[in-house]
């Protein structure tokens, strides 16, 4: 039986299969944390009813090793499910070697190397699962509204993100790209049946670690045919409210194991989100323009102060809890307890110092943004910060948008682009926007980004021949799962996560 499965009430013997994550042994019982991947169940080996031949083995059982446990389900209330197994006859599947990862704190680098075990720990199952939930949830949506899934092909000849991240390989001893964007194949296929949405891997070369790239994504590409970038932005609100409501209600375990307060979400799900030109973004993030009384300036000054008065409270209150361990004695629980207590407010210390260290640099740079470049993250995070929803930026200059973006007739420096930008420091989960029908515009941005035009053909033939007003976005499904898990960097939420300088395990 699966341990997600078993019911409160469950009466009989009942048999499961897992691994060990924890056990603590007292008087002639050993206590078993048992996870079988779909949850974990605590289990009871008393000497009393499972003889001393299964006792002993249960006594040698290490961390990871695979059992077989039959017994029956009894109350406790202690147990976050309510219950707990009482067993008559364990079977040991396989004994573990020394494993890797236990429960002391692991470096960064420690724990991507292993990443093929990391991903038993109790906090990555919480991730995967979440993840998991939120792809069916983006499934559930489209499929319910209409859309088809159509994939776009990975190999490609085409540059549809800058040429500046591609991966180039050898296809048939010709180049080909993998794909940065199902985009462009996207729009074809809304031609040929109007709502579509890709779902798929696709590739860029980010030759830098940050907390935001990866070098190979999963994105989500809805393209949509008779939409302009109005009906886009109510596609992206409507489609995010729904997969994060179905996420929430969905993933309360898994977001009590991540900590995750879903406060913030329930108020996203019922109201709508901000919408503000590049424009008025930057008036915002210059200072020069408020948000609700809210200036983004002044806003980062405070901060910095009540960061600055809370570093000191905390440096005093290490200071003083180290001075009992050293000059105190206490019984050694106690005393690990402290030493606990102190490790964690120096981690927190170290988060604190470093958003400090961060703070004067935003200020700077918001102060000095030039109307006319894109947002860097620091800006993203500056001007969501004033925000409590996500919010949606539209209308940039069309230099900083790719090739395909719709230019504005009236304002032809603009592009009608959408990006979303995610409060609680997340920045840019979705980008988007209108595409280009004029022809002749797309042949001279083709140009103008230098891309080769017989590798374009196809996509000019989508204008030659019913030609009609279209828009899709993109979604970083690694962004959103980021977000909704509150992770701070992006490589937990993926199985295997590639980015510059990783391809292993
Ligand atoms: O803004 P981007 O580059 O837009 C496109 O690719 C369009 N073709 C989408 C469309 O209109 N159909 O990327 C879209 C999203 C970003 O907002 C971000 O969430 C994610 O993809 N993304 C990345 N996620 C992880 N690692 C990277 N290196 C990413 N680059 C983009
Ligand atoms: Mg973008």
Redesign the pocket.
């Known amino acids: 039986m699966y341990i997600s499965e078993i019911p409160k009430n469950k009466e009989g013997e009942i048999t499961v299969k897992g691994w060990v994550t924890n056990s603590r042994s007292s008087k002639g019982i050993e206590f078993i944390v048992l996870r079988d991947g779909t949850g974990y169940l605590q289990c009871i080996l008393d000497i009393n009813n499972i003889g001393e031949n299964n006792y002993n083995q249960a006594k040698k059982l290490t961390q990871e090793s695979s059992i077989e446990l039959t017994g029956t389900i009894v109350e406790n209330e202690k147990q976050a499910e309510g219950f707990e197994l009482q067993v008559y006859r364990l079977n040991v599947i396989s004994i573990s070697e020394d494993y890797p990862i236990t429960n002391k704190a692991h470096g960064v680098e420690f724990l991507a190397d292993n990443r093929h075990l990391w991903l038993r720990s109790k906090r990555q199952w919480a991730i995967m699962r979440v993840r998991n939930n939120i792809i069916f949830a983006i499934h559930n949506f489209f499929q319910k509204e209409g859309f088809v899934q159509a994939d776009a092909p990975i190999f490609t000849a085409n540059a549809?993100?800058g040429t500046s991240?591609l991966f180039e390989t050898n296809y048939y001893d010709s180049p080909a790209y993998l794909t940065?964007?199902?985009?462009?194949y996207?729009e074809a296929m809304a031609m040929a049946l109007s709502k579509i949405y890709t779902f798929g891997p696709?590739f860029?070369a980010?030759k830098s670690k940050t907390r935001?790239?990866?070098?190979e994504?999963w994105?989500i590409?809805?393209?949509m045919a008779f939409y302009n970038n109005d009906m886009n932005m109510d596609l992206i609100e409507k489609f995010l409210q729904a997969v994060i409501k179905e996420v929430i209600e969905k993933s309360k375990k898994e977001f009590e194991v991540l900590e995750r307060d879903t406060t913030l979400f329930e108020k996203i799900i019922k109201n709508d989100f901000p919408r503000i030109t590049y424009n008025e973004a930057v008036d915002i993030l210059k200072g020069e323009k408020d948000v609700n009384g809210k200036n983004s300036i002044k806003t980062l000054e405070n901060d910095l102060q009540e960061l600055i008065s809370k570093i000191e409270n905390i440096k005093a209150d290490i200071t003083e809890r180290e001075n009992v361990l050293a000059t105190q004695s206490m019984k050694k629980g106690k005393r690990n307890f402290l030493k606990n207590k102190v490790d964690k407010l120096k981690n927190e210390l170290k988060g604190l110092e470093d958003s400090a260290q961060h703070i004067p640099q935003w200020i700077e740079s918001a102060k000095n943004f030039k109307y006319g470049n894109d947002l860097g993250g620091s800006d993203e995070t500056v001007l969501t910060r004033l925000f409590e929803l996500p919010i949606m930026v539209y209308n940039w200059p069309h230099e900083v948008k790719?090739f395909?973006m719709k230019r504005d007739i009236d304002s032809p420096e603009l592009a009608k682009g959408v990006?979303?930008l995610a409060p609680e420091g997340y920045g840019?989960?979705?980008?988007?926007?209108e595409r280009e029908t004029n022809k002749e515009l797309l042949i001279e941005k083709i140009n103008e980004h230098k891309l080769p035009m017989e590798a374009f053909e196809w996509y000019l033939d989508l204008r030659r021949f019913g030609s009609v007003p279209h828009a899709?976005?993109?979604?970083?499904?690694?962004?959103?799962v980021a977000w909704m898990c509150k992770i701070k960097h992006?490589r937990e939420t993926i199985p295997f996560p590639r980015y510059y300088g990783r391809v292993t395990p």
């Open positions: 549809a993100e991240t940065q964007s199902g985009q462009l996207g696709t860029r980010e935001r790239h990866l070098s994504f994105m590409e809805p393209e790719a395909y990006d979303l840019e989960v979705v980008g988007g926007g899709g976005f993109g979604l970083g499904l690694e962004r959103l992006i």
